[in-house]
């Protein structure tokens, strides 16, 4: 079956550490997103990328930082210049035609 | 600037009855809405989408209006179930672009 597959599900991070959350899927679609879920907040866009080796930067970029070697792979490094990195993440991707497939997300918490 | 804005953070109906979520965005240049549904921990699903040349979709229970003049969407669900309880995130495009959502709404349906 065809999906999109984030992992880890629960992630721990110590303060000043950088944590790097998994992005994979094989719908074969050529963008591929990461947002960050805050309560009362929505969905805020952290970075995405429209085709292999180029990304752009979404409206709170900054602490962030992704590659995307591979069509299906878009991993996101948490650093320790994000401030407040406690959050749920998600990844999506999708076609030209609009349509978005979510991954099941990510729990980051600072300990 | 917030584009796409859910100013009702949350919405309680009875069982049976009809729930209505609205949505309002800023930019005219937008041509595609959608609405998702999420439960706690887990990704967004799609729910209906409508482009921006019609004015109503239907899918089942699910019916989303669209008023272009007033920049509004809504999204009407009869009858509502408790299983229809979980946040629900409208979002836009244009140009086959990257999704802006808005910051959800948290639907409860009451038995």
């Known amino acids: 079956d065809g999906g999109i597959t984030q992992s880890p599900k629960y992630l721990f991070r110590k303060e000043g550490q950088n944590v790097t959350l998994s992005c994979e899927q094989n719908?074969?679609?050529?963008?591929m997103y990461w947002y960050r879920q805050d309560p009362g907040q929505g969905l805020r866009l952290i970075y995405y990328?429209?085709?292999?080796?180029?990304?752009q930067k979404g409206d709170i970029a900054e602490g962030y930082s992704v590659s995307r070697e591979k069509k299906e792979s878009f991993p996101l490094t948490v650093t320790s210049a994000q401030k407040n990195p406690t959050a749920f993440y998600l990844c999506?991707?999708?076609?030209?035609?609009?349509?978005?497939?979510f991954g099941s997300g990510t729990r980051l918490t600072v300990v | 600037d917030q584009q796409v804005k859910q100013n009702s953070p949350s919405l309680s109906v009875q069982e049976g009855r009809i729930s209505i979520l609205n949505c309002d965005y800023t930019?005219?240049?937008?041509?595609?809405f959608l609405w998702y549904k999420k439960y706690p921990a887990e990704g967004p699903t799609f729910l209906i989408s409508?482009?921006?040349?019609?004015d109503k979709n239907e899918d089942g229970r699910f019916t989303v209006f669209l008023n272009k003049s007033a920049k509004h969407l809504s999204l009407h669900i009869v009858p509502s179930q408790p299983g229809d309880s979980a946040v629900y995130f409208c979002?836009?495009?244009?140009?086959?672009?990257?999704?802006?959502f808005g910051q959800g709404t948290t639907l409860q349906v009451k038995p």
């Open positions: 999506a991707s999708s076609t030209v035609n609009y349509g978005y497939t």
């Open positions: 719908l074969n679609h050529d963008a």
């Open positions: 990328s429209q085709i292999v080796n180029d990304f």
């Open positions: 930019n005219s240049m937008f041509d595609y």
């Open positions: 409508i482009s921006s040349i019609k």
């Open positions: 979002a836009a495009s244009k140009n086959t672009g990257k999704l802006i």
